[in-house]
């Protein structure tokens, strides 16, 4: 009797440790969720985010191509910044997206790859970011400047130079805010 005892009490075991190995992979799996719906809705077109309207940051660097990218260069115009990964899975739709939202956005879409250079080549190859700036921010210097703690993020800046929003970048939300920014001209007179 004792015999049979001890496989029923050891699978009862095994069932048990099985059991709260599940609940902690769920409540991981939770609080997951929780951060992505977090971060989509900092990504606040129409209101403004915890770090909107400050002033972005100015940068300078090389993109992937050999050419300099600046925060000069887009005076005036509403500019997204794309923090990506190659290791990040999300990281693939957002790019495919951000492929045709760069047309209606003028070129007005930066991508910064959070890897090294030869990292940061496969992926624009991969999704085929030609004519998208791409820079490789090998040291995070850049997803420091701008305060980037997670990929894929997208920082919308304003024509004005302050930040319009931080968050997870959804391609309607962006769309509509190139549809609804001003132009230069437009935003001249208003500050003149």
Same mark, same amino acid.
């Given at each position: 009797m004792a015999s049979m005892s001890l496989p029923f009490?050891?699978?009862?075991a095994a069932l048990w440790i099985l059991v709260i190995l599940q609940g902690l992979?769920?409540?991981?799996?939770?609080?997951?969720?929780?951060?992505?719906?977090?971060?989509?809705?900092? =990504?606040?077109?129409?209101?403004q985010s915890a770090a909107a309207l400050e002033p972005a940051p100015p940068f300078s660097a090389t993109a992937l191509d050999g050419t300099r990218v600046s925060s000069d260069d887009f005076p005036g115009r509403?500019?997204?910044?794309? =923090?990506?990964?190659?290791?990040?899975?999300?990281?693939?739709?957002?790019?495919?997206e951000m492929r045709a939202?760069?047309?209606?956005?003028?070129?007005?879409?930066?991508?910064?790859?959070?890897?090294?250079r030869h990292d940061s080549m496969r992926l624009a190859q991969a999704h085929k970011l030609?004519?998208?700036?791409?820079?490789?921010?090998?040291?995070?210097?850049?997803?420091?400047?701008y305060r980037i703690t997670t990929v894929p993020t997208a920082v919308l800046i304003k024509g004005s130079g302050k930040v319009q929003s931080y968050?997870?970048?959804?391609?309607?939300?962006?769309?509509?805010? =190139?549809?609804?920014?001003?132009?230069?001209?437009?935003?001249?007179?208003?500050?003149g």
């Open positions: 009490f050891s699978s009862y992979v769920l409540l991981a799996l939770v609080r997951m969720v929780h951060e992505l719906r977090n971060n989509a809705a900092t =990504f606040n077109v129409g209101g509403l500019t997204a910044l794309l =923090f990506v990964s190659p290791t990040c899975v999300s990281c693939t739709t957002t790019l495919h939202l760069h047309y209606k956005a003028q070129g007005n879409v930066v991508v910064i790859c959070r890897a090294n030609d004519g998208l700036p791409v820079i490789a921010d090998e040291d995070d210097g850049l997803s420091r400047l968050g997870y970048p959804l391609r309607e939300e962006m769309e509509q805010a =190139f549809e609804a920014a001003p132009d230069a001209a437009e935003e001249e007179r208003k500050a």
